[in-house]
């Protein structure tokens, strides 16, 4: 077996560091001079990108044409937006570089919060646990009202793939109409997908939309004025996926206009939104920081899935999530 | 057919007073003099109760003793604290009146609620919603690590009933080690039932612990500073059940020590819980005010769950949610 240059560009704790190292013993990890902050986080140029054989981390995509001796990325998130262009399609197909993604280190956290979003909305959990009202009172009544269960609603999964499965698995005890849409339909999904001619009638119907969309010249700006103006009355939506793909504007006009019951994000354009940004202060409007993909054990799963990769790189097997 | 005088006290909007009114034609509804203001209140005693057959709401015990037609008591509640002493239950033995609750009712809304708390905390979705931090800074790191899934931790459901068993089946897709403890076992249920002997090391391996514990002589107080000492360290305990059954200073200091990484509360004693209650500051500490049984259709359903009963009670069948 020859002994391939890894270059490495995300930060690790030393134990998880240490088990990299045990794991790709007899190859050689290529650091960055300069750590990068967060699995987010995109890595600047660096000359020793050139010598290697594999990027294991948030490489620049610019620097692969440099990179004459690379042949497989594994990048370490489980959007590829930066990559997800034509131009560096055609590179890498052109040069026979393997392209695989992290989905599935992250699929499990990020179907969990998405669940996490949906009960706490059925349950009206933000407007429960800061009032203080006593039993038997109207706010005390209307609360109640408000609150639900999910149990036979009808739920949209956008970007339906390895979040969207685990998602619907964990649905699945509720009963509930779960449809799925995606760029390209596989045949093997466990729920029904929606055609693109459909989509319109199918968010028409939906009382949950659930927005996992990666970022990409198609999906910009995906949810626009026209696309809410499909949505159900009442409907509620969730994003999980990027921020991009949203028309904020357009969301806050069907949050007030009350064709949106509610809104739940995880990801905006920007990260953080500005503290002023009239999200913030809507009501039925909540944001969580980007950490619908966190997972305590998140940084050693990730080492792990790239081992595992790399195992079936030196074997010439098939990679795991692999994107390209 | 016998024309039967059935008491209500329970209030109901028009349209499901309507539908009350319908599915009991044939029979004579009597309302007390003063309505009472929740599923949850204490009825005022009643002159006209003497006179009825069936009781469907919250009927005072005291008064069953001159209620000498009285022979079938529907408790409006999932709960039955007010009756579940030994002299009601000779009583009622002795005079063959049958008593059943709405556990059905409560159940899927409660389950949903429990499943809320369990995947909020462990999304760390109350510190996520109102941070306002960046990508990549110290805070969103520590944000992110404590996120996580809650897929094959262990689990403890104290007072497996009906919820109980609904919040298994909602639990199912994260491959939990759920375990039950109920004071009368029945060998039908679907976790392994803990014995009375085995709940403190049961408890020590439990990183939930959810209580659904009804509020009786034998359950008051049940989770002490003993109990809570037993439990492993950084568990979360739930209470959805009843607040008497917790020593809530037991509970603060177990918070305090970090015994307990959260609770998250649902019932109280009192309800509400004073604004200067030491719980109310607790940082860990999450407080909804007795909402976990609220469903937007629950009067509907209460009604639907009588009239389902009231048709058995007549053609002499076993009644739904029988506990007396």
Chains 1, 2 share one sequence.
Not at 148 to 169: C, M
Request: charged residues 25%; glycine residues 6%.
């Amino acid at each position: 077996m020859n002994r391939l240059r890894i270059y490495v560009d995300f930060i690790a704790p030393p134990d998880i560091l240490q088990m990299l190292r045990e794991g790709t013993a007899g190859h050689e990890l290529v650091f960055p001079e300069k750590p990068v902050s967060s699995v987010l986080a995109k890595a600047e140029r660096d000359p020793a990108f050139a010598t290697v054989d594999i990027a294991f981390g948030q490489p620049d995509p610019a620097a692969i044409a440099d990179a004459a001796r690379l042949r497989w990325i594994h990048i370490s998130t489980s959007g590829i937006t930066r990559y997800d262009a034509p131009a560096f399609r055609a590179l890498v197909a052109k040069r026979r570089i393997v392209v695989s993604n992290s989905a599935n280190v992250y699929s499990e956290a990020c179907a969990v919060h998405t669940l996490s979003f949906m009960l706490a909305q059925a349950r009206q959990l933000p407007l429960g646990l800061k009032t203080r009202t006593a039993g038997g009172t109207a706010t005390w009544h209307a609360l109640r009202r408000a609150s639900k269960t999910i149990r036979g609603q009808t739920a949209l999964i956008l970007g339906y793939g390895t979040i969207g499965k685990r998602l619907a698995e964990l649905l699945r005890p509720f009963e509930m109409q779960l449809r799925g849409y995606r760029r390209h339909p596989r045949g093997d999904e466990v729920v029904p997908i929606v055609p693109a001619g459909q989509l319109a009638a199918a968010l028409s119907q939906a009382d949950h939309v659930i927005n996992i969309l990666p970022d990409s010249a198609e999906t910009r700006r995906f949810f626009d004025q026209s696309r809410f103006a499909s949505f159900k009355r009442g409907a509620i939506f969730y994003n999980v996926g990027r921020g991009g793909t949203v028309h904020q504007d357009a969301l806050l006009d069907s949050l007030r206009s009350g064709r949106l019951a509610a809104a739940w994000l995880d990801v905006t354009e920007p990260e953080p939104l500005p503290e002023d940004h009239p999200l913030r202060s809507e009501p039925n409007c909540f944001i969580t920081p980007h950490t619908a993909g966190g997972d305590r054990d998140e940084t050693k799963t990730l080492v792990l899935h790239f081992l595992n990769n790399l195992h079936r790189f030196v074997h010439d097997e098939p990679l795991l999530n692999r994107v390209m």
